[in-house]
């Protein structure tokens, strides 16, 4: 049902109205190309549409929206807005999720040239016409709260405390800021998160605040990024700090704009990696000309004996540039993941050219990372060669060598797959030692010796990769350290069927005591990712379990099994 007057004497209409909207299929009326239905009563009485300093109240009361099949329910909304003599009074609630009080002397249109014209004093926009009136002001604040909304819409977000925002804006100054106790969205927590903006000594400055970021092993205290706004160029100023407030990492960058539209950025003095701190050559310069392509210029960064550049030839646009990195500690990058827990280690470093002249970029690079080390397993020394001769194709020669290990793999990734592939490679494992991925397995494998060795082909896409070949054990050892069962496997075969998975013919597993388990089947996937099954387990007298309340607190306990037991389906959850 619908009530409404419609007032048109004045120059701006005058609207009184009072509808129940039982339903309101947008996308029936062609307005939306999804599904979105609104019911709801609103009542409003505006005594002046002028969209400028509008002049009434408008309510929503009881909206339900519906959209892709869900139905989300909302408090009530109001907007009262009493302008007087040119001077806003606006005070707006969105459903107790958003409460906003305007006030000043400024038409609503004008609200975003008033914020460009502040900005555009420090650094332009592009593609804007700022036209803010010559005498204004406005003074914006409000809140943000949790509602229960949020659980249908963002699941993962948390309840949080109040957020609170402002804006002070007139000719002579701009002031905004917001603060935000604390934020939990799945497993990120933000914890006092505030962001400040005012012009001070012909800047526009900035600072954003963190006491605290957390992500899984990630995390970070007292944190910032803070710069300024002028004579067209942006200045940043990152600093990341531990538990104990000592600066762990800090990063500041220059951004400015020639009169070409390049856009150029310079690294600034006080980088900081892991604690240590970096030199930067001063007359460093990264030039990005949109179409034109890009240059760098005298990009050093050196500490002790690492160093990172980059150069191109000269200035030009899209120049062949070259990269030098030697000795860079892996450490620099992992510790600002995990502080407590060493992911990777190891010496990095790259030859490597780029040449962006011709139709596609051009790589020709040597890579090597000297003795890598991963999640507390020395691996060896891996090398790369990778390049390209067309827009296409990558080819890549890597091996990896040391702790037991002597593997390579050579071959093509194709862009555009070639006979239906976009991989065409042949890993050969002279040697893979099982204890040096022991670390990979996040401690489920432990005391493991011995190695594989064999040949596969490998094929297929990145997504569905079809590999060939056959790996066998040589005095292969290891102890699943959930449940601390010792397995032996002296001299046996893996095939990997092309397109199938990997397939076991009589594969001997014995115990610590000699006594036997067999496996014959299939292990199928398609990805290498999901599996199922298709096998028999044979054993007698085979301990299967071994394990004492300091290998497992639920389940200790000494276990043999004798079986002849066919498994099937998948392998998470098989029939037996």
Excluded: C
């Amino acid at each position: 049902t619908m009530q409404a007057v419609f007032n048109f004497r004045n120059e701006y209409p005058a609207v009184t109205a009072d509808m129940a909207i039982d339903l309101l299929d947008l996308q029936a009326l062609k307005f939306m190309d999804t599904e979105l239905k609104f019911t709801g009563d609103v009542y409003a009485d505006v005594l002046s549409t002028n969209p400028n300093y509008p002049n009434g109240l408008l309510s929503v009361r009881s909206p339900f929206l519906t959209s892709n099949g869900k139905t989300y329910m909302f408090d009530s909304v109001y907007i009262n807005s009493t302008p007087e003599d040119s001077i806003q009074h606006i005070d707006v609630n969105v459903a107790n999720i958003v409460n906003a009080k305007l006030t000043g002397k400024i038409p609503l249109l004008q609200m975003g040239n008033a914020l460009l014209a502040h900005v555009n004093q420090y650094y332009t926009l592009s593609d804007t016409v700022s036209n803010a009136p010559l005498a204004y002001d406005m003074n914006l604040s409000g809140t943000l709260a949790y509602h229960r909304l949020f659980r249908q819409v963002v699941p993962e977000l948390r309840p949080f405390d109040t957020v609170r925002f402002y804006s002070i804006i007139n000719p002579g100054a701009l002031n905004i800021g917001i603060t935000a106790p604390r934020i939990r969205y799945g497993t990120m927590s933000l914890d006092t998160f505030s962001f400040s903006a005012i012009e001070q000594d012909r800047s526009l400055v900035y600072v954003a605040g963190l006491n605290r970021f957390a992500q899984g092993s990630i995390q970070f205290y007292n944190s910032s990024l803070s710069g300024y706004l002028r004579n067209d160029s942006i200045a940043s100023f990152l600093n990341l700090t531990d538990r104990e407030g000592v600066d762990q990492f800090g990063l500041g960058v220059v951004t400015a704009i020639t009169p070409q539209n390049d856009i150029v950025l310079q690294l600034q003095r006080g980088l900081k990696l892991n604690y240590d701190d970096w030199a930067v050559d001063p007359n460093n310069s990264i030039v990005l000309g949109g179409p034109k392509g890009l240059f760098i210029r005298n990009l050093s960064l050196t500490q002790g004996d690492q160093l990172i550049s980059a150069n191109s030839r000269d200035t030009s646009y899209n120049s062949p540039l070259h990269v030098d990195i030697r000795n860079f500690s892996l450490l620099n990058l992992t510790k600002m993941i995990s502080k407590d827990t060493i992911l990777a280690d190891g010496r990095l470093f790259v030859n490597g050219d780029l040449d962006m002249r011709d139709s596609f970029p051009r790589i020709t690079s040597n890579i090597r990372i000297d003795s890598l080390y991963v999640m507390g397993s020395d691996l060896g020394d891996l090398g790369a060669e990778v390049h390209n001769e067309n827009a296409y194709s990558y080819s890549a020669n890597a091996t990896l060598k040391g702790h037991g290990n002597d593997l390579s793999i050579v071959g093509t990734y194709f862009m555009k797959p070639v006979n239906n592939n976009e991989l065409d490679f042949k890993a050969t494992f002279n040697a893979f030692s099982l204890k040096s991925i022991e670390g990979l397995t996040f401690g489920n494998l432990r005391n493991s010796s011995g190695v594989l060795r064999g040949d596969l082909d490998i094929k297929g896409t990145v997504a569905s990769p079809s590999i060939s070949g056959q790996l066998k054990t040589d005095s292969l050892k290891t102890t699943l350290a959930m449940f601390n069962t010792y397995m032996s496997m002296p001299s046996e075969t893996i095939r990997f069927n092309e397109g199938k998975g990997l397939y076991f013919d009589r594969f001997k597993i014995y115990d610590q005591y000699g006594k036997l388990a067999t496996l014959t089947g299939s292990l199928n996937t398609k990805n290498f990712t999901e599996y199922t099954l298709d096998m028999t387990l044979k054993a007698n007298e085979w301990q299967a379990m071994n394990s004492t309340s300091k290998d497992n607190e639920s389940i200790y306990v000494k276990m043999f099994i004798s079986a002849d037991l066919a498994l099937h389906g998948n392998m998470t959850a098989p029939a037996i």
